[in-house]
């Protein structure tokens, strides 16, 4: 069965450290990977995609994002976290069209 | 420039009653989706609707319904509510190319059924 795995539910880092968030993948061929994050009482709101090319994606507020084909993961980073970055983050698949598998989400926790 | 925009943003329904959720959009896009969102489940996908005139099932479509009024409008029924039906429910879209095109995310609908 096609899924994505968010293994850990929170990630706590203090301000100013790099910040890593795991995704890995189980999904036939070569599929689209999103990240995503939601702030309370929003909606989802996109932050970075990777479709083909470098497997260092760079995207919104600083993040980026590491695919690693032979592992099946798209990991999300930041250099260095600020305590705004707190917020639940989501990982999403597009296998095919009009398919989108969303992982469980992690929490992010920026410490002060 | 709204994007994406669900109303209600909040309800609460007895068990049995009927209720609809609308999502509007504004960005032109042919896609729609109904998700809804529970604690650890992350988001699951009720109904979309690939463009105007259609509709399909997603992965939990049982006790809803769906009507894509017109290329802007997509809305969601429950017929009759169930507190199992207790959930976060997110309208999105995506604009033409849907295999890598993210999706645009209303602020969702909080429905607590008693």
């Known amino acids: 069965a096609q899924s994505v795995a968010q293994p850990e539910d929170q990630v706590n880092v203090a301000e100013g450290n790099p910040l890593t968030v795991k995704c890995t993948y189980s999904?036939?061929?070569?599929?689209?990977l999103f990240w995503y994050v939601q702030y309370p009482n929003r909606g989802l709101q996109f932050l970075l995609k990777?479709?083909?090319?470098?497997?260092l994606v760079k995207g919104s507020y600083g993040f980026e994002a590491e695919f690693n084909k032979s592992q099946t993961s798209f990991h999300l980073k930041k250099p260095s976290a600020l305590v705004s970055d707190s917020a639940l983050y989501f990982c999403?698949?597009?296998?095919?069209?009009?398919?989108?598998?969303f992982g469980t989400g992690t929490r992010l926790k920026v410490l002060a | 420039n709204a994007g994406v925009t669900q109303t209600p943003k909040f309800q609460v329904l007895k068990t049995g009653q009927s209720m609809t959720l609308q999502c509007a959009q504004d960005?032109?896009?042919?896609?729609m989706y109904w998700y809804r969102q529970d604690p650890g489940m992350g988001l699951r996908l009720i109904y979309y609707?690939?463009?105007?005139?259609?509709?399909d099932k997603g992965e939990v479509p049982n006790g809803y319904n769906v009507s894509r009024l017109n290329k802007r409008e997509f809305s969601l029924r429950l017929e009759s509510a169930a507190p199992s039906q207790t959930s976060v429910y997110f309208c999105?879209?995506?604009?033409?190319?849907?295999?890598?095109?993210?999706?645009?995310f209303g602020d969702g609908t909080r429905l607590s059924i008693l």
């Open positions: 990777y479709i083909t090319g470098d497997n």
């Open positions: 999403a698949v597009s296998p095919g069209t009009y398919k989108y598998i």
């Open positions: 960005m032109n896009h042919n896609s």
């Open positions: 999904v036939s061929g070569n599929p689209y």
């Open positions: 609707s690939a463009s105007e005139g259609t509709t």
């Open positions: 999105a879209t995506t604009s033409p190319g849907t295999e890598n095109q993210p999706q645009h």
